[in-house]
C-alpha cells in the first residue's frame, strides 16, 4: 500500500520521537533518524549491523536548510546543488554544528543530499530537520529497491516503513567531495560523471571503480549471499557453464551481446540494454539469484561510462572478498 499523507506525517512524529523510518528515495529506501539525535542515529547502526565509524548521508527537504547542516558552503556546492537537487547527489561538506557526531561516524565532515522522491520529501518537509539514513539494509549486503525489501530484511528493527514503490533510479546517489580545492568523486551514482563534468566544466577525478577507500566502503559491499563472478562479456556463457559442470547452482546475468544464446543454467537473467533500466534492476537480481538459491552469479561488467560506471562499481565491490574468507 502507498504511503498516504497521514502516514507520512505519523512517521514524521516517530521521527521527531527518536523513532526509526524507512522511507523511499529516487535510488534506494533509506533507513531514517533525526540527524540530530545521538541516540536515534545510534539505533540505525545497532539495526544495520553497521561499524559506527561509518558515516551516514543526512537528508534535506531543500537547499534552503543547507547552512544548519553544512559548516561552510563553497561555490562549487552552490553550483552543483542548484543543478541537481532533488536528485541523486551526495555533497561532502564541512560539518555543522547541529549534526550529531555519531551521524558522520566522528568525521569533522557531513554527507547531504536532498532526494528526488515525493514520499521523501513530503517526510523531509513535515519533520522539518535533517534525517540521517543509510540504505535500509543490513550491512554490507545489497541495498533495498522495494519497501518489500526493507521489512524483508529489517524487519522489526524499524518502527515505520513508508512504501513509495519501485525506486527509480536503483544504485545509490553518486558522493562527491566538494571540500578540497577540487571536488572528487567517492563513489559513483546516479548522476553521471558526464552530467557533472559538463557542468562544472572540466574533468572530475574518479577512483578506479576497482579500488574505491572512502570510509565505509569495504572489499565486499552490495554483496548477495551468492558469490559474484565478473568475466568479459564474452565469456559469460562458458564461465556459467564451467562453473555449473563444477556443481555449482549458477545464476547468469546475461549480457546484451549474448542475448538469445542458450545457457544451461539453474536460474538467468537478461540484462536490459539500457544502463538506466539495467541500474533500476539490478539489486533486484542479486536478490532473485539469492532467492532462488544460486551459489554463484556470473556477469560481466558494462562499459565505466554512463550509469554503466556505477553498475560496474556496484559488480566489483559485490566480487570483492567477502570477510570470512
Ligand atoms: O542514494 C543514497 O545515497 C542512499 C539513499 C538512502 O540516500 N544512501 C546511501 O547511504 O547509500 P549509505 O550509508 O549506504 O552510503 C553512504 C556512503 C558511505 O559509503 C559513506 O562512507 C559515505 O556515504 N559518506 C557519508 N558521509 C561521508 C563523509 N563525511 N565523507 C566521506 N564519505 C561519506
Ligand atoms: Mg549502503
Known amino acids: 500500500m502507498p504511503a498516504t499523507s497521514e502516514d507520512i506525517a505519523e512517521a514524521a512524529r516517530v521521527l521527531g520521537r527518536g523513532g526509526l523510518v524507512a522511507f523511499p528515495t529516487e535510488t534506494v529506501y533509506g533507513l531514517g533518524a533525526d540527524a540530530a539525535d545521538a541516540a536515534a542515529v545510534a539505533r540505525v547502526f545497532q539495526v544495520k549491523g553497521r561499524p559506527a565509524s561509518h558515516p551516514l548521508i543526512v537528508h534535506l527537504a531543500g537547499t534552503d536548510q543547507l547552512s544548519d547542516w553544512a559548516g561552510d558552503v563553497p561555490d562549487v556546492a552552490r553550483r552543483l546543488a542548484e543543478r541537481f537537487w532533488p536528485g541523486p547527489l551526495t555533497l561532502v561538506l564541512r560539518r555543522g554544528s547541529r549534526v550529531a557526531l555519531e551521524a558522520t561516524g566522528g568525521l569533522q565532515t557531513v554527507a547531504v543530499r536532498v532526494p528526488a522522491h515525493p514520499v521523501a520529501l513530503a517526510l523531509l518537509a513535515a519533520f522539518g530537520g535533517g534525517v540521517a539514513a543509510p540504505s535500509a539494509n543490513r550491512f554490507g549486503s545489497v541495498s533495498p529497491t522495494t519497501a518489500e525489501h526493507v521489512r524483508t530484511e ?27 580545492d577540487v571536488p572528487a568523486v567517492l563513489r559513483p551514482g546516479g548522476v553521471t560523471r558526464e552530467d557533472l563534468e559538463a557542468h562544472l566544466g572540466h574533468a572530475l577525478a574518479v577512483p578506479s571503480t576497482s579500488r ?44 546484451p551481446s549474448a542475448a538469445g544464446v542458450a545457457v544451461k543454467a539453474h536460474a538467468q537473467i537478461a540484462v536490459p540494454a539500457s544502463t538506466a533500466a539495467y ?4 539489486y533486484e537480481y542479486l536478490r532473485e539469484f539469492d532467492r532462488q538459491g544460486c551459489d554463484l552469479i556470473v556477469a ?19 566480487a570483492g572478498p567477502r570477510p570470512a574468507e
Open 154 to 180: 529489517l524487519g522489526d528493527g524499524v518502527d515505520v516503513v513508508l512504501d513509495g514503490g519501485r525506486c527509480e533510479v536503483g544504485v545509490e546517489s553518486t558522493i562527491v567531495d566538494v571540500t578540497g
Open 212 to 255: 574505491v577507500r572512502v570510509p565505509g566502503q569495504h572489499p565486499s559491499h552490495y554483496a548477495p549471499r551468492a558469490r559474484v563472478v565478473l568475466v568479459p562479456a564474452e565469456d559469460v556463457i562458458a564461465e556459467a557453464e564451467v562453473a555449473r559442470q563444477r556443481g555449482h547452482r549458477v545464476g547468469v546475468l546475461v549480457p
Open 300 to 318: 560481466s561488467t558494462p562499459a565505466d561510462e554512463g550509469l554503466g560506471l556505477a553498475i560496474a562499481n556496484r559488480l566489483r565491490r559485490a
Open 279 to 282: 541500474a533500476r534492476g539490478l
